[in-house]
C-alpha cells in the first residue's frame, strides 16, 4: 500500500503532495518509515524495470491512479485541440468570404418570370435603435419590385413603431408593402376568430397573418432591429435555389438547400452617449434606449462608465466567439446552427414538415397545433425549432437538397446602444435558460469552449502529460501550466483582436448613399471608427471573465427567465410557466391546446434574442 501510494509521487509534482504516504496521517502510524523505503524500492523494481537501472521521473510506469489523472489530461488536450481545430474552420471561413466584395447575384438578372417571388416579413416591437433605417433597406434591395412583397407586422396600432411603419408604407409606394396590426388578425379576433386560436408565443402571433397570406414560396423572415445590404436578398436565393452565375454572364444551377441564413453581427453605437441614449438605462432589464434613428456622430467623443456599456460586450460577443462558431459548424454542417435575425426558406416545405399526414416526425397529437409558422406558436425558441424541423425532415419533394446554408458574406447588421453590463447579463441568462433544453449537450460543454477555460485544459494536458515533457522538456510545475496558459490566452486575444478588425471593415458589404453610417464599416467614409485597443482590450476581457459566471447562473443555479416584468420558469419541454403571484400564474406556454395568452401581452418584448 506505502509502496504503491509512494510511487505516485514520482510521476507529477501534484501528486507529491496528494499521495505520499508520510503525508497521510491514517498511515504513517501503521507503517513504519524504514519498512516504506523497502517496500518502495522493491516495488519501484517490479513497476518500473529500466534499462539504465536508475529510476527517472519521465520513464515511470504509470499506476492506476496517475492513469486517472493522465486520461483526464488526454480529454482536455483532445477537447481544446478540437475547439482550436473548430475555430480555425470558422476563421478561415469567415476570412475567406468577409474581407474582400462578393461577385453580383445572379437570381435579379434571370428572366423576370424565373425570379422567384420573396415575401419579406418583418416582426416588429417598440422603436429599436435605427428602426427607420433597418426597415427602410428592405425597400432598397436590389431586386425585381414585382417580385418582392414586404409585410411590416405589429402588435397594434398604439405600439410607438406603427406612425414609423406608416411612414414607410407612404414613402416607398411603389412596392407592395402592408402593414399587418395582429389586433386585426381574423383568425385570433372578429366574429370568426378567437385569441386562443394561436399559442402564446408573440412573435408568431405578430407574423402568422403574413405568412398565411404569403404570395409566392419563398419566406424571409429578417427582424425589424437589423439591416441588410441592397444585395442581401438576390444572395440568399441563389443560395437558396442554387443559382450561381458563370463567367459567360449566364446562370449555372447547383445543389439548392432547403433554409439559408445570414450571419448576426452586432455593432455598438454608444462609442459614447447621447442625451438620448444616456436615459432609460436599467441596471435590470434587457431593455435599449427607444434611441433616434441614428446616434449624432458629434456626440460620439463623451465618455461613460464601464457598467453602461453593455452594447460593447455584445458586439464582442457576436463578433468573435459567436462569429468563429457560428462560422465553423454552418460551415462542418454536422447540426443545425441558426439565429433568428435573418432566415429564408419555402413556405411549401414548412408546410409540408409541419403536416403530420406527410411527416412521419410528427405525433398525432401535434394535429391540434396547426401547420406553417402557426406549428411553433405554443413554444419558445421558433427560430431553433423551424431550423431543426426543416433539417430532420424530408419528403420526395425535398430530395436531393442540402439542409442549412450560411450566406457568408452577408452580414445583418444590428445596431445597438443604450445597454447597460446588467441588460446585457440579463440577456445573456436569458437566453442560455431557454436554450439550454433546446441543444442541452451543447450548452453543458458551452464553457469549454471559452477562451480562459479551454486554454485551461489546454495548459492542464501540456504539463501533465510526459510525452510532453521527454519531448519538448515542458516543466510538470504549478508555474509553468500558468505560463502556458497566460501564452495561449493572449494568442487567443490577439487573433480575435485582428478578426474584428476585418469584419467590422464590412468590405463584402455592398454600400451606396442610402446606406447608414453603422453599416458602412471602419474602412469607408462615414462609417464607424476602428476601436481603440484600451477599449477593445477592456471589452473582451470583461466578456471573457463574465461568459463563466453568466453560464453558472444561467444553466446551473436557475430555470427562471424574465419576459418585460414577467417571470417564468423554463420547463424540458421548451415551453414556461408564470411563477409570480399573478391572475395569470397558471398560464402556460406549451402543450398542444390553446391557452390564454401570456407573453404576448403589451407590456412584453416580442422575441427571445
Known amino acids: ?42 516495488a519501484t523494481s517490479f513497476l518500473f524495470p529500466l534499462r539504465s537501472g536508475s529510476l527517472r521521473q519521465t520513464e515511470c510506469y504509470v499506476p492506476m491512479s496517475i492513469n486517472t489523472i493522465q486520461g483526464a489530461a488526454l480529454v482536455c488536450l483532445g477537447w481544446s485541440c478540437t475547439v482550436f481545430l473548430l475555430q480555425l474552420v470558422g476563421i478561415t471561413k469567415l476570412y475567406r468570404n468577409h474581407t474582400t466584395p462578393l461577385p453580383p447575384p445572379a437570381s435579379p438578372s434571370l428572366p423576370e418570370n424565373e425570379v422567384p417571388h420573396v415575401t419579406v416579413i418583418r416582426p416588429v416591437k417598440g422603436v429599436e435603435v435605427g428602426l427607420y433605417e433597418c426597415l427602410a433597406s428592405t425597400f432598397r434591395l436590389a431586386y425585381p419590385k414585382s417580385k418582392l412583397s414586404i409585410r411590416l407586422c405589429v402588435d397594434s396600432k398604439s405600439d410607438p413603431a406603427y406612425p414609423v411603419l406608416c411612414q414607410l408604407v407612404v414613402d416607398f409606394p411603389d ?34 397573418r403574413a405568412y398565411r397570406e404569403a404570395k409566392g414560396d419563398v419566406i424571409w423572415i429578417v427582424d425589424c432591429n437589423v439591416w441588410v445590404a441592397k444585395n442581401a436578398v438576390g444572395r440568399m436565393v441563389d443560395k437558396l435555389f442554387g443559382f450561381q452565375p458563370n463567367g459567360s454572364g449566364g446562370v449555372d444551377r447547383t445543389t439548392p438547400y432547403k433554409f439559408v441564413h445570414q450571419l448576426p453581427l452586432v455593432v455598438d453605437l454608444d462609442n459614447s452617449s447621447s442625451g438620448a441614449s444616456a436615459t432609460n438605462k436599467s441596471s435590470s432589464t434587457e431593455g435599449q434606449s427607444l434611441l433616434p434613428s441614428t446616434v449624432p456622430k458629434a456626440n460620439q467623443n463623451q465618455t461613460q462608465g464601464l457598467l453602461s456599456h453593455g452594447g ?12 468563429k462558431f457560428y462560422g465553423a459548424i454552418n460551415a462542418v454542417g454536422v447540426a443545425p446552427c441558426i439565429v433568428g435575425k435573418s432566415n429564408m426558406f419555402r413556405k411549401s416545405h414548412l408546410d409540408a414538415f ?29 427560430d431553433h425549432l423551424i431550423g431543426d424541423l426543416i433539417w430532420r425532415s424530408s419528403f420526395p419533394g425535398s430530395v436531393g437538397y442540402k439542409n442549412h446554408g450560411l450566406v457568408f458574406g452577408e452580414v445583418a447588421v444590428q445596431p445597438m446602444a443604450g445597454m447597460s453590463v446588467a441588460a446585457y447579463i440579463a440577456r445573456r441568462v436569458r437566453w442560455l435558460r431557454v436554450r439550454k433544453w433546446t441543444v442541452l449537450a451543447a450548452t453543458l460543454v458551452e ?25 519538448f522538456g515542458v516543466p510538470q510545475t504549478w508555474s509553468a501550466m500558468a505560463t502556458l496558459w497566460f501564452g ?16 467590422f471593415r464590412l468590405p463584402s458589404l455592398d454600400v451606396d448613399e442610402d446606406t447608414p453610417f453603422f453599416a458602412r464599416g471602419t474602412a469607408r467614409t462615414g462609417g464607424t471608427a476602428q476601436r481603440p485597443f484600451r477599449e477593445w482590450i477592456t471589452a473582451w476581457l470583461g466578456r471573457e471573465f463574465l461568459a463563466l459566471p453568466i453560464w453558472t447562473t444561467a444553466v446551473l443555479l436557475g430555470t427562471t427567465v424574465r419576459w418585460r416584468g414577467r417571470q417564468f420558469k423554463v420547463r424540458m419541454d421548451m415551453s414556461v410557466v408564470e411563477v409570480e403571484n399573478r391572475k395569470s400564474r397558471a398560464d402556460v406556454i406549451g402543450g398542444s391546446k390553446p391557452r390564454p395568452r401570456v407573453a404576448g401581452s403589451p407590456d412584453s418584448k416580442d422575441r427571445v434574442d
Not at 498511515?27 to 523505503?37: E, G, M, T
Not at 460586450?313 to 462569429?323: G, K, N, W
Open 175 to 208: 412596392f407592395d408593402a402592408q402593414v399587418l396590426v395582429e389586433e386585426e388578425d381574423p383568425i385570433l379576433h372578429g366574429s370568426a376568430g378567437h385569441v386562443n386560436n394561436l399559442g402564446p408565443n408573440p412573435k408568431i402571433r405578430n407574423i402568422s
Open 447 to 471: 464553457p469549454g469552449v471559452e477562451s480562459l477555460v479551454c486554454c485551461a485544459y489546454f495548459a492542464f494536458a501540456v504539463t501533465t502529460l510526459p510525452w510532453f515533457n521527454r519531448t
Open 354 to 382: 409541419t403536416t403530420v399526414s406527410s411527416n412521419p416526425l410528427l405525433h398525432s397529437s401535434d394535429s391540434t397545433r396547426g401547420t406553417g409558422i402557426d406549428f411553433f406558436s405554443s413554444y419558445i425558441c421558433e
Open 488 to 503: 495561449a490566452v493572449t494568442i487567443w486575444m490577439s487573433i480575435d483582436r485582428w478578426l474584428t478588425s476585418k469584419l
Open 312 to 323: 460593447r460586450l455584445e458586439e464582442m460577443f457576436m463578433s468573435t466567439t459567436h462569429a
Open 1 to 42: 500500500m506505502c509502496a504503491y501510494l509512494s510511487t505516485l509521487s514520482v510521476c507529477h509534482p501534484i501528486s507529491q503532495k496528494i499521495f505520499s504516504p508520510f503525508t497521510l496521517p491514517c498511515i504513517r502510524p501503521i507503517i513504519p518509515k524504514s519498512a516504506c523505503l523497502f517496500l518502495r524500492r522493491r
